[in-house]
């Protein structure tokens, strides 16, 4: 089992320039999830899934937008990058809204 | 709203002896789930051990035990015989209540383990 993959690790973009975040786990889980973590503090949630089909925003939803694709995947879309949102981002997974958050490696983004 | 607090921003522990990381939380929630979190150095988020607000007895997994005193609202983790792979950032969060799914997060401890 590999658990949570998110790809890419690494990425550097221009403002206003857009990507997307790929988030894929394989614990038959029901709920995803995608955080931010700035320098020197806990992570902020951006957005959430609690099923497939289903969306929410989280803490900090400004500026991105998500897209639960099937059971398995939850990506995250930056439309126009700024320099605020370089930061390292989580994907993560568990089995209910209820159950511990199993995260994958991160994405580092850096806005220049 | 719910907020977690961690006031030890460092905290150093020679190696094999016992560290008390304290968690202080705050929710108008009768139902929420208190979990712990390491961060190494590596940057990979690996879970611990969760405590539920209604679970009659302190969780242990392994090494890491909670020490969970409801009416003080404090989640505190012991770690047991540091090891020096115990150095990391560990992080304290809560859901529960409408916010279940919401996981929120403290600002996390440092911790250094010396042989």
């Known amino acids: 089992n590999a658990g949570v993959t998110q790809t890419p690790k690494f990425q550097v973009l221009k403002t206003g320039q857009s990507m997307t975040l790929q988030c894929a786990q394989d614990m038959n889980h029901n709920s995803m999830y995608w955080y931010r973590q700035d320098p020197g503090m806990g992570l902020r949630l951006i957005y959430y899934s609690a099923s497939e089909g289903t969306t929410d925003k989280g803490e900090v939803p400004n500026g991105y937008n998500v897209s639960r694709l099937n059971k398995r995947e939850f990506s995250l879309r930056l439309e126009s990058a700024a320099p605020s949102q370089t930061s390292v981002y989580f994907c993560?997974?568990?089995?209910?809204?209820?159950?511990?958050?199993?995260f994958g490696p991160g994405t580092r983004l850096t806005v220049l | 709203a719910q907020k977690i607090t961690q006031t030890q921003p460092g905290m150093f522990v020679q190696e094999k002896e016992a560290v008390t990381l304290d968690c202080t939380y705050d929710t108008s929630d009768p139902s929420y789930g208190l979990f712990w979190y390491k961060q190494p150095s590596s940057g990979e988020m690996i879970f611990l051990i969760y405590?539920?607000?209604?679970?009659?007895q302190n969780a242990t997994e392994g090494r890491y035990s909670l020490n969970f005193q409801k009416a003080r609202k404090s989640a505190n983790l012991v770690i047991s015989a540091s090891q020096l792979g115990d150095s990391a950032m560990y992080f304290c969060?809560?859901?529960?209540?409408?916010?279940?799914?919401?996981?929120?997060f403290g600002q996390g401890t440092i911790l250094t383990v010396h042989p």
């Open positions: 405590q539920g607000s209604y679970d009659q």
């Open positions: 969060a809560i859901n529960g209540g409408t916010s279940y799914g919401k996981l929120t």
């Open positions: 993560a997974s568990s089995l209910t809204l209820r159950h511990e958050q199993f």
